[in-house]
Structure formats: C-alpha cells, structure tokens
Nanobody, 124 residues
Framework: QVQLVESGGGLVQAGGSLRLSCAAS????????MAWFRQAPGKEREFVTITWSGGSTSYADSVKGRFTISRDNAKNRVYLQMNSLKPEDTAVYYC??????????????????WGQGTQVTVSS
C-alpha cells in the first residue's frame, strides 16, 4: 500500500549540489518517520538522515553540515538537499518510511517501506 518514489538524482561535479525528492502515497506522512539511506556498489546500505514524525532530524557524521532533510506533510513529500558533494557520496539513494521499528532505526533492516532508489554520481 505504501509507495515511495525518489527523483532528482543525476551527475554532478564535486562541490556541487543536488536536491532529491521522495513522493509518498498510501500513507499520512505526518504519522511516519522518514529517512534517506544510500548504497554504493559492493557496500552495505547505510543510514544517511532521518526526520522523526515529531519533526526532529538526525544525520550521519559523514553528511552532517552538508545535507538537509525536510518534509512537507501536506504534499506527502520528503526532500534531501545535498550541498558540497564529494565523490564518496556517489551511491543509489533510497527513501524509507516506517511507523513501528523492527530493530534500530539506523539499520536498513528496521525499515519495511522503500522506494526504488535514484542514482547520484559525483565526479572529481
């Protein structure tokens, strides 16, 4: 029932910016915790950032100060503003939604609703 569709990925040079969007349907966004994860080839899917249903946010140390997560509950949209991009940010970025966690929120296994992902490539 819950559907998440990411968009906004692409190719950008190091130091550039990109804004990702996650369109959610089949849910009332304000009741869900939303997050962004990313996965590079050959690596585990890793936590990037989270926005709690109460509005607070948290970030992985690797993106803190560069990325900003935001939500528009009326539009059922979640955004990820990425600034000062680095080649190591290259990955497929996934939007995730959850109401009742199974496990720790910073692990991908705790989330049961995922988008298809959008590719972000940062060149040197």
């Amino acid at each position: 029932q819950v559907q998440l569709v990411e968009s906004g990925g692409g190719l950008v040079q190091a130091g550039g910016s990109l804004r990702l969007s996650c369109a959610a349907s089949g849910l009332i966004l304000r009741t869900y915790v939303m997050a962004w994860f990313r996965q590079a080839p050959g690596k585990e899917r890793e936590f990037v950032t989270i926005t709690w249903s109460g509005g607070s946010t948290s970030y992985a140390d690797s993106v803190k100060g560069r990325f900003t997560i935001s939500r528009d509950n009326a539009k059922n949209r979640v955004y990820l503003q990425m600034n000062s991009l680095k080649p190591e940010d290259t990955a497929v970025y996934y939007c995730a939604a959850e109401r009742s966690f199974v496990g720790s929120y910073y692990t991908s296994a705790a989330w049961r609703n995922w988008g298809q992902g959008t590719q972000v490539t940062v060149s040197s």
